[in-house]
């Protein structure tokens, strides 16, 4: 960047007994604007494996989408036992060793386990990960049980079967495939659960931020049954599931707060024995949004109490009879407001489910925490396949591979097709990182138990001298720098540790993070500095540049979030921190964004710091080389802003006009938060709809490997 001054050139409330609040897609207010304490928040992406366990499959330690990824309850979002050792059982009693110990563990379930007796639930404790290994990891004769507390589990890829007991409408064994009472948190996904004694999945007793996706729900004679409380409480999302041969409980919905289905495909076959009853049931005081899902041959297929509320939109339906109700007097709510999603189109549904539901064949095939996306984006009828990630360490002590994570970087092959993890131990690397745009596919994760514990840093600034002559300038000072599509970082920090007090003869940008390419996913980490931290760029003028951050930190002063990428930061702390002089004067970002495209969207954050009030802008525009075909662009919304932001938040730059380009707020709140005005734009309702980060990320959807 040009030379850079100092100077200026819905609250997510719990009802009846519950102990906590929830902010959706936000954080809580406890440690947000100071990364200095626990910064573990968000849960580490590390995944330490004992040494006598096999890897995990490449999708086991991602995170929940709808509901579950809500932070609420002490609990942000839902990532299982990601933070713990993988180890591979193939019996029982390993299974039940571990899904019931209160240390964190990712378990991979690689055989046919049999339940003894017949009718067990394994009593799973909080923060586990149990998922299948491609389609060998079978329960038969039992399931898991979840109960008062338990959070932050998941349940993935796996076929849990056959504990049925010959009674069609068995009164006598309450066996369950998987069974939740007053647990919170907790995502299950791509399974095959079928033929039981009771039900497929019980979700009783305030059980609340659950999302239930991409399963195969069948030959049962009730399916998913939700309620068992008088308290309206409980928060679910219910997406891309295929339920068929089912007679009732499709699911039924009683008093739940927010009820979200959509993408489901709800299937009665002709000619068999299993008659459906019902299908969607919006019971007791339910709040239910139900769209774009299929309904196939089902009786009475939407169903409402007179008590209930039901909103339809995009359903279709073929070969229905019966009742097929909405309305209702609760209070309308949009899912959006509480998490992203993006809606599969009503008639691709059934071809989508019957090939994308249940449990993936290889432990290599990617699943996507929303759908299976293929290369143009859209959602095709397959899942997609990949090969299983190599995984190279880094380790300072020399008990890795490599030393260094350049060097772990520099053994990745040219053009490799596919995912190299490079998982670094623990320590303080300082070096300077480079992925060339030749080596696509990389993720580097740090592997302790917090991000702090794994550190990249150097300390070079704009003005830095460089051997052979020459300064680095501001994109040559970055200590890690990626120009290759499909990079990950996660649980780690990256930091620009350059002392601008003791170095005044030099120019002071001091880049952490450079990024200069497409699809580049930040989850869990930590970039620090001072000016012109976290540099989001594109690899030339006419390429794009997506970047998404989340449950992340960016903590700066000048500038600190900048470039002409189409970059979100959601559901992130950004720390404001005083100059090197100790006065409080900044700018949190800097877009240079394209004429045409998005620029810098913050959403679902909180914005504060150790400051003075009403010292930071939120943005100015740079037009990096006086380029006036620029049209610079940051949208903040759905955030907290403290005291410390300037109430006409944005400014001028190197002689252009803020006023001439993209700034704007929605739905800000905090002492930093103000009114509509000429010198502090709000979107509208309308044009907030267009703003959203599924429209920045336009058809990609950033998922762990």
Known sequence: MSDISGTPRRRHRRRGKALALGVPLTLTAAGALAYGTDLGAFGSGAQRTASAATAAPAWATASADGFASVNALGQNGTYGGRNGKTVTVKTLADLEKYATSSEPYVIVVAA???????????????DKTIVGSGTSGQIVGGGFFLGQGVHNVIIRNLTIR?????????????????????????????????????????????????TVSWNKLSQENKAFGIGWTTNVTADITIHHNWVRETEQRNPSTDNVAHAHLYNNFLEDVAGTDIKSSYGNYSRGKTNMVLENSYFQGMTNPVVRDATATLVQRGNLFSGTSGKNESGGSGAAWNPKTYYPYTLDKTADVPALLKSGTGPRG????????????????????????????????????????????????????????????????????????????????????????????TTIV???????????????????????AVEADDFQARNLTISNDFDEGAHQDIAGQAVALRTAADKVFLDGVIVTGDQDTLLVDTASKDKLGRVYMTNSYVVGNVD?????????????????????????????????????????LIANTTIGGDVSDRSFYLGRPWHAGGDASLDPQTTIRNSTLSAAIRTAPWTDMSGFHWKDD??????????????????????SDAQATGQEVADWLAGWTPTAS
């Not at 046919?112 to 909080?126: A, D």
């Not at 929605?666 to 709000?682: F, I, L, T, V």
């Open 112 to 126: 046919t386990i049999t339940m003894n007796p017949v009718g067990k639930e394994i009593k799973v404790q909080s």
């Open 162 to 210: 056959d504990a049925y007991q010959g009674v069609w409408n068995d009164k006598e064994h309450d066996f369950d495939g998987i069974q939740m009472d007053g647990a919170h948190h907790v995502w299950i996904d791509h399974n095959d659960i079928r033929h039981m004694a009771d039900g497929l999945i019980d979700s009783r007793k305030d059980t609340t931020y659950l």
């Open 362 to 453: 290889s432990i290599g095939t990617v699943a996507s925490t929303a759908s299976a996306k293929g290369s143009t984006g859209s959602t095709g009828s397959t899942t997609k396949a990949a090969a299983a990630a190599t995984t190279l360490t880094v380790a300072k002590d020399g008990s890795g591979q490599y030393t260094t994570v350049q060097a772990a970087v520099n053994a990745v092959p040219a053009n490799n097709p596919s995912r190299v993890v490079i998982a670094v131990r623990p320590g303080t690397y300082r070096e300077l990182v480079k992925v060339p745009s030749n080596k696509p596919h990389v993720t580097i994760q740090g592997t302790g138990g917090s991000r702090k514990d």
């Open 458 to 480: 150097y300390n070079n600034a704009s003005g830095t001298p460089k051997p052979g002559g020459g300064t680095y300038g501001t994109g040559g000072s970055a200590t890690v």
């Open 560 to 600: 600190f979030i900048f470039g002409r990428a189409t970059a979100v930061i959601d559901k992130s702390v950004i720390t404001l921190k005083k100059r090197f002089n100790g006065t409080s004067a900044g700018y949190v970002t800097a877009p240079s964004t394209v004429a045409g495209r998005k620029g810098i």
């Open 662 to 683: 993209r700034f704007a707020e929605y739905q800000n709140k905090g002492a930093g938060a103000g009114a509509a005005s000429s010198e502090r734009p709000h979107l």
